[in-house]
């Protein structure tokens, strides 16, 4: 059973940058694509960005393309989404979520993180 652990969210304004890590324990994490998901209030759970094993595909959302970044280090067991030129429609609690199909699809994922909020201030 792996446990995935977010952090790295917070407050920030509009047009800032922020980092979210997400680490692995517990399981194969190199044998998991990896994403990021994240839900508004009173919003859907929505893709925002993929990985697949190895690192060498990624794929992302239209919402985020150009502006987040998704990476790994598998050496670190560790996931991560750089999210650059930040909107306040950013606002969200974001997950990590681990599955062992590319790409990444929410109703296949095996394992998902608790969740960290990101607030971006207009």
């Known amino acids: 059973q792996m446990q995935l652990v977010e952090s790295g969210g917070g407050l920030v304004q509009a047009g800032g940058s922020l980092r979210l890590s997400c680490a692995a324990s517990?399981?194969?994490?190199?044998?998991?694509?990896m994403a990021w998901f994240r839900q508004a209030p009173g919003k859907e759970r929505e893709f925002i960005a993929g990985?697949?094993?190895?690192?060498?595909?990624?794929d992302y959302a239209d919402s985020v393309k150009g502006r987040f970044t998704i990476s790994r280090v598998n050496a670190k067991n560790t996931a991560y989404l750089q999210m650059n030129s930040l909107k306040a429609e950013d606002t969200a609690v974001y997950h990590c979520?681990?599955?062992?199909?590319?790409?990444?699809?929410?109703?296949?994922?095996?394992?998902w993180g608790q969740g960290t909020q990101v607030t971006v201030s207009s």
């Open positions: 990985i697949n094993s190895s690192g060498s595909r990624t």
């Open positions: 979520a681990a599955d062992l199909a590319y790409p990444v699809q929410a109703k296949s994922v095996d394992y």
């Open positions: 517990g399981g194969p994490f190199s044998a998991y694509a």
